[in-house]
């Protein structure tokens, strides 16, 4: 078995997925990254030049092929899995009325579906080496009435319903499971939201830029970066006392 840990991070090419993996790696970790686009190679190098070893796996957190495969990749190289981040995620921002089934049945089946499919295949490694750490992505809008976000948030809610549920089925193993709830981080996913908004209502972007940075007390957007830290903490020996929690990086959103 390798000495090094190692740690899976999804929906790793940009953004928070992103910043999360190069915070393992700068802390020693091998690392396994996947993401749909071919972008998630170019985050394979980066990590790479970081003196540690990794995976850039190019698929779909929502394929059961994809994730069953990718697992399998992880334990054969190194024969041990320290961290789950689960991170990949899609949003729609759309009133309820112009939201179609099939956005409803890609957003759930993403958000919810690749949390499953990963706790349930790294699950049984994390047993058998009785120890693991696994971080899943919940938002502000799982505690929040956030307006056009009823689908997106129904998503984060059920992650963080799904993280309390999975924290007590593993603790017996000395497995701890928590999420992480962020306000707005400034990546691509917020930027196309805001874009969107933007198109929508008419307002120029800066100015719905402001309204969202609003939100929090620092007025200002997390960057990837400071959630990549708060993820680490919660995967680390750090936080040994702390699972089946929902850690709000939202800057006083929710606390309002
Ligand atoms: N940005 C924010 O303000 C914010 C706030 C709260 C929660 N979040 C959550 O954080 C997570 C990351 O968000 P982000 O803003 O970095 O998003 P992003 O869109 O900037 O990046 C998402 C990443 O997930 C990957 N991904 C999406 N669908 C995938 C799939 N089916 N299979 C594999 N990879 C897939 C993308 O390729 C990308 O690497 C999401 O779960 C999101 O809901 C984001």
């Not at 190692?6 to 996947?34: D, H, L, W």
């Not at 295949?121 to 009823?150: D, F, L, W």
């Not at 702390?242 to 606390?255: Q, R």
Request: glycine share 10%; net charge negative.
């Amino acid at each position: 078995m390798e000495d090094r840990k190692t740690a899976i991070v999804t929906g790793a090419s940009v953004g928070i997925g992103r910043a999360a993996a190069v915070k393992f790696a700068k802390e020693g970790y091998n690392v396994a990254i996947i993401a749909r686009g071919n972008g998630i190679h170019d985050v394979g190098g980066e990590i790479r030049k970081l003196g540690v070893e990794c995976i850039d796996f190019q698929g779909d957190v929502g394929s059961e092929h994809d994730v069953k495969t990718m697992v399998a990749q992880v334990e054969g190289k190194w024969g041990r899995v320290d961290v789950l981040n689960c991170n990949a995620g899609i949003v729609v921002v759309k009133p309820l009325e112009d939201t179609t089934w099939e956005d409803f049945v890609n957003v759930t089946h993403i958000n919810i579906g690749g949390h499953f499919l990963f706790t349930k295949y790294v699950m049984p490694i994390m047993k058998r080496q009785k120890r693991g750490a696994i971080v899943n992505m919940g938002s502000v809008s799982g505690h929040v009435g956030q307006t056009e976000h009823a689908i997106y948030g129904s998503t984060k809610g059920a992650i963080i319903a799904f993280t309390r549920a999975v924290a007590w089925e593993l603790a017996k193993y000395n497995i701890r499971v928590n999420s992480i709830s962020p306000g707005s981080v400034d990546t691509p996913m917020l930027r196309s939201d805001i874009q969107l908004e933007s198109t929508r209502t008419g307002m120029p972007f800066d100015e719905v830029k402001k309204l969202r940075e609003h939100e929090q007390a620092f007025d200002r957007w997390a960057d990837p970066a400071e959630i990549a830290e708060a993820i680490y903490f919660l995967a680390s020996d750090a936080a040994s006392f702390i699972t089946g929690t929902d850690l709000l990086v939202d800057c006083g959103w929710v606390a309002k």
